[in-house]
């Protein structure tokens, strides 16, 4: 499948930004089931700074906003070829050791709440398995809701409020697979829709590590494996190594930021 995505960020800030810097993970891998044809980034009201690969192999781009700026625009957009793999992106690649996965983050940590979750699972001899069941779980005890959670939001906190967004139910995915022994990451893309071109915000689920198999991908939010409608851009430990846009600003107490997003298949010329 051939999807095309433009996706716009604009900020607007209620004074001029003296000086402000900003992460971006906004270019999509390279792995399996894959290709990225083309893809373009441009900026108003700030400059490219530097470009590198991270720790995950997510591709990275620093930018510092023009000084007194009154408004920043980040847009992105491309092309990219993906494939069904059921899900299976395969081996481990990048310089973070898999050990690292096993570890919880403050995001993904387990308590009282997430034990009672893992506990509540069914016995499974079949890794991929348990996996699903583990997802159908958490659909389960987390309904799909917006404005409840927010970035900061930790896995306890997300059962705690029995509600939450894609990124809350790979979180609880993610801690309760590390607690059962299961190396698990987060990932950070986009989903072509069904019903609609436009979007509000771009998508998260979970992958986890099975032998045999390698990387597995596991959405939550919509109780499958991630298909060919789907496009990885970053992965991580949690939330904040995979977030597309991080950083800093001084100069300016207020901003609101827009986005504007579509993914579409696009027709393939033969």
Known sequence: MRIAVDHTTHYVFSEPVSRGMQRLRLMPKASSGQRVIEWNMTFEGAQLQVEYDDQNCNHVSLISFDSGAREVTIRCHGIVDTNDEAGIIGRHSGFMPMWLFLEQTDLTRTGQRMRGL????????????????????????????????????????????????????????????????????????????????????????????VEGLGWVGFDISNGISPDARYVRVATGRDYRDAAPITGIRYGSRDESMHVKLAVQQQRVEQ
């Open 118 to 209: 893992i506990g509540g699972l069914p016995s499974e001899s079949n890794t991929v398995t348990a996996l699903h069941s583990l997802s159908a779980l958490i659909r389960d005890r987390v309904e799909y809701a917006t404005g409840h959670t927010d970035s900061a939001t930790t896995a306890e906190g997300v059962l705690a409020a029995g509600r939450g967004v894609c990124q809350d139910h790979a979180h609880v995915f993610i801690g309760a697979a590390r607690a059962l022994g299961i190396p698990a990451r987060y990932v950070s893309g986009y989903l072509m829709m069904d019903d609609r071109v436009d979007q509000d915000a771009g998508h998260a689920w979970a992958e986890a590590f």
